[in-house]
């Protein structure tokens, strides 16, 4: 009878499966007529034969290349090799010429199981389709990737398209997956009743998730009912880290925003954006500061010097809630602590020198690397990079699907940092304040590039764009 996931056989989620992902080639690539199915020897490659089978009875040219047909396969994806052996035509072995012409290549190489380098006749496969000028759609997973961690060992597919079943994987959102995923597309394969009642591990977040945290203003609020945030850092000749943190706290919703830095900033400052409050720090400016703000961000331009130290150690001492952001992360890992009031955003950098390994080792995996400075740090912690990873000390973790490589320019950071300080000031708790401010700073960046392409983009293009995605419809 076969195996059975919920109430459906697992050969008729495959079948459902291979049906999906025709499908959507049909309807990205019309006029696509010979395609090349490559299929592995496990159900990744019976997804790929289900596939082809449908693509040759719509009048396709259909190539398949699975090695040879001695060698058994589970008992789906070998349930679906014979129906495409005994119906549609020959199975190609892994070393066979490709077809001279080819508009379409499907992935069905390796799937979830699979993990570390991939071996030949995998990796040739794979190299070769990727030198190829059709596009390949990947089954579930790029085949070398990853589907828990996202890293990249060895050779991987660059694909254009991947169709995801059942539910999305970790590594599809993380880690290396933006060089290999292409454009993410999913099929719940006729279970989606059943998904919705299982507890989600990590959750993925786009701009869709936003209205459940920010919602409409009360008409009688005042400024003093939306946050007193106090900025701090800007050391000589960084002023402009902690303007922009300031004002992408205003654009955020922030009441108020006061900024100390250092003293030749603040003319600039008050004259560049006006509705920020700006004072040189020392000792006295910053005790007085502490008592009236509710949530304090600090680091943004800090420096390392006593002048940044003796700051950082009086803001750790207070009750404040706080936001810990660049110099002050390397200094926390030159004196470690653990806060529960604290959301830290390290870029890979900052939480290798954290973590006390290498920026290798937080890539490869970064969901792992998120998890252990939420742990040992307490709070939550914002992993940086191609989709941030967001986790708290409790065990909840998330993924910001969002963001795009034109962010990867001064200046971001700083954006964040002001944009989750002014969520916390607004009453959100450190987690979810995490989760919409990477959100809110993704989708912002996603919306300047979209409008003017991703080079040339800087941190300032995303300022008008915060207040369009805090007021979500």
């Known amino acids: 009878m076969g195996a059975r996931y919920h109430d459906l056989s697992l050969y008729q989620l495959m079948e459902n499966a291979g049906e999906a992902a025709f499908q959507l080639c049909r ?17 990744n490659g019976g997804d790929g034969y289900v596939v082809a089978r449908f693509a040759r009875q719509y009048g396709m040219e259909v190539t398949v290349i699975g090695g040879g047909a001695e060698q058994r396969l589970p008992e789906e994806a070998q349930r679906a090799r014979e129906h495409w052996l005994n119906n549609y035509g020959q199975i190609l072995p892994y070393d066979a010429p490709w077809p001279l012409q080819c508009d379409l290549i499907v992935d069905g190489l390796l799937g979830t ?48 398209q991947t169709l995801t079943f059942v539910a999305l994987k970790p590594g599809l959102l993380t880690g290396k997956a933006r060089d290999a995923v292409g454009e ?11 998904l919705a009642e299982q507890a989600t591990q990590i959750e993925r977040l786009t701009a869709e998730s936003l209205p459940q945290w920010l919602t409409p203003r009360k008409p009688c609020s005042h400024k003093g009912d939306h946050g007193r945030l106090l900025v701090v ?5 960084l002023g402009g880290a902690v303007r922009m943190a300031g004002e992408a706290a205003l654009r955020s919703g922030s009441g108020l925003v006061r900024v100390l830095t250092r003293r030749q900033h603040v003319a600039p400052l008050l004259a560049a954006r006006p509705e920020l409050m700006v004072q040189a720090l020392d000792e006295k400016s910053l005790t007085a500061a502490l008592g009236w703000a509710d949530v304090v ?31 002050a992360l390397n200094l926390l890992a030159i004196s470690p602590n653990i806060q529960p009031q604290r959301v830290i955003t390290p870029h890979p950098g900052e939480a290798a020198r954290l973590l006390q390994c290498s920026v290798e080792n937080v890539e490869r995996d970064r969901l792992s690397a998120a998890r252990q400075l939420a742990e040992r740090f ?31 320019s001064g200046g971001m950071g700083d954006l964040l940092t002001g944009i989750i300080a002014s969520l916390l000031g607004q009453g959100l708790e450190l987690f979810e304040a ?13 919306r300047v590039t979209h409008r003017q392409g991703q080079r040339g983009t800087i941190a300032t293009d995303l300022l008008s764009e915060i207040p369009k995605l805090v007021n979500p419809l």
């Open 297 to 327: 961000a600090v680091g943004p331009g800090l420096g390392i010097s006593s002048w940044a130290q003796d700051a950082l150690e009086q803001i750790a001492a207070s009750d404040k809630i706080t936001v810990w952001d660049a110099d």
């Open 434 to 446: 995490a989760c919409a401010g990477a959100v809110i700073h993704g989708a912002a960046g996603d």
């Open 113 to 160: 199981g699979v993990h570390g380098v991939p071996k030949e006749p995998y990796a040739s496969l794979i190299r070769a389709a990727n030198a190829h000028i059709a596009p390949t759609v990947a089954l579930d997973i790029p085949s070398g990737l990853n589907a828990e961690t996202g890293a990249i060992e060895g050779e991987a597919i660059e694909a254009k």
């Open 233 to 237: 850092g800007g050391d000589c000749g």
């Open 184 to 194: 993410l597309h999913y099929a719940s394969l006729g279970i989606s009743r059943w």
């Open 378 to 408: 307490g709070g939550v912690a914002v992993l940086k990079g191609a989709r941030t990873v967001i986790a708290d000390d409790k065990g909840r973790m998330a993924i910001a699907d969002v963001g795009n490589a034109g962010m990867a």
């Open 27 to 43: 309807r990205l690539y019309p006029d696509a007529r010979r395609w090349l199915v490559l299929c592995g020897h496990g159900n």
